[in-house]
């Protein structure tokens, strides 16, 4: 059973960074492989990071490849999305998910409420 809460968006201009921030509350944390998704208004939610439970290994869509870098810290019960380089197209509502090794939103059992990333030009 896990509980997450998403943190750290907000507005920044194009080339700007954020880091954002997925703080879970279940002592299960360390278990599940953790995702970053996203969804923008009249599209559908894409993936966009995703991280084993042990944090050795990550894979990036290939959009946000070389700009973003997912990282999990277990004793702090978080994990983390670093944003650089950012797009306006990068613009979304950003949601953090626990479950396994996938790229599928179905495949994940918990999601937290979002974080809304806005970049202007």
């Known amino acids: 059973q896990v509980q997450l809460v998403e943190s750290g968006g907000g507005l920044v201009q194009t080339g700007g960074s954020l880091r954002l921030s997925c703080a879970a509350s279940?002592?299960?944390?360390?278990?599940?492989?953790m995702s970053w998704f996203r969804q923008a208004p009249r599209k559908e939610r894409e993936f966009v990071a995703a991280?084993?439970?042990?944090?050795?290994?990550?894979y990036y869509a290939d959009y946000v490849k070389g700009r973003f870098t997912m990282s999990r810290d277990n004793a702090k019960n978080t994990v983390y999305l670093q944003m650089n380089s950012l797009k306006p197209e990068d613009t979304a509502v950003y949601f953090c998910?626990?479950?396994?090794?996938?790229?599928?939103?179905?495949?994940?059992?918990?999601w937290g409420q979002g974080t809304q990333v806005t970049v202007s030009s």
């Open positions: 991280i084993s439970w042990t944090g050795a290994t990550t």
């Open positions: 998910a626990a479950g396994r090794w996938s790229t599928m939103g179905n495949d994940y059992y918990y």
């Open positions: 279940g002592r299960t944390f360390s278990e599940y492989a």
